[in-house]
């Protein structure tokens, strides 16, 4: 069952269907290597040992986001379950700047009010202030509230009454931003 970016378990999904492909990726690039040893035509051998440096290549296209999101989990089910259909939520998106990764387990957007919470350490301004950039760039102004507990964030929950003004581009760039 495939995942999409902001449905709840994407992370694992993520993590299986790319740690899938970077093994096949290895059992390959294992392969050419050893078939380039044992080959006795050189002209043979150098093709398998290029071919096999080659696809480090592709390889580590996958593996760079795939570290980043591997030490990651999801939120505890039990107290999201009720927000799954809601589609003023989003979960399990990963953004990443150069100083830092910061994991959002959960955001909600009420209009040009955006809620998160996140799962590490990040810097929160920071984390805020990227958030208010990209939207910006994408022609919404918002104001972003960084949560330390879901509790915090229900406070701020709405579902029933929460504004739809920029929902579906607000999520388009979540999801164009996350791993």
């Given at each position: 069952?495939?995942?999409?970016?902001?449905?709840?378990?994407?992370?694992?999904?993520?993590?299986?269907?790319?740690?899938?492909?970077?093994?096949?990726?290895?059992?390959?690039?294992?392969?050419?290597?050893?078939?380039?040893?044992?080959?006795?035509?050189?002209?043979?051998?150098?093709?398998?040992?290029?071919?096999?440096?080659?696809?480090?290549?592709?390889?580590?296209?996958?593996?760079?986001?795939?570290?980043?999101?591997?030490?990651?989990?999801?939120?505890?089910?039990?107290?999201?379950?009720?927000?799954?259909?809601?589609?003023?939520?989003?979960?399990?998106?990963?953004?990443?700047?150069?100083?830092?990764?910061?994991?959002?387990?959960?955001?909600?957007?009420?209009?040009?009010?955006?809620?998160?919470?996140?799962?590490?350490?990040?810097?929160?301004?920071?984390?805020?202030?990227f958030i208010k950039e990209r939207m910006k760039i994408g022609g919404i102004k918002v104001s972003v509230k960084i949560c330390d507990s879901f509790n915090e964030m229900k406070k701020f929950v709405q579902s029933k009454d929460a504004d739809d003004k920029n929902l579906d581009e607000i999520r388009a760039?979540?999801?164009?931003?996350?791993?």
């Amino acid at each position: 069952m495939t995942k999409k970016k902001g449905e709840y378990g994407y992370r694992k999904y993520f993590k299986i269907k790319n740690g899938i492909i970077i093994g096949f990726f290895v059992f390959i690039i294992l392969l050419l290597f050893i078939a380039s040893k044992v080959t006795k035509n050189a002209d043979i051998s150098r093709i398998l040992l290029v071919s096999s440096i080659l696809m480090v290549l592709p390889m580590a296209n996958l593996l760079s986001p795939f570290l980043v999101v591997f030490k990651y989990k999801s939120f505890e089910y039990d107290k999201i379950k009720e927000y799954l259909d809601d589609k003023h939520f989003l979960f399990d998106i990963i953004l990443t700047m150069n100083e830092q990764v910061m994991p959002l387990d959960i955001i909600y957007i009420d209009g040009e009010k955006i809620f998160g919470i996140l799962s590490n350490k990040a810097n929160r301004v920071k984390t805020e202030e990227f958030i208010k950039e990209r939207m910006k760039i994408g022609g919404i102004k918002v104001s972003v509230k960084i949560c330390d507990s879901f509790n915090e964030m229900k406070k701020f929950v709405q579902s029933k009454d929460a504004d739809d003004k920029n929902l579906d581009e607000i999520r388009a760039i979540f999801k164009s931003l996350s791993v």
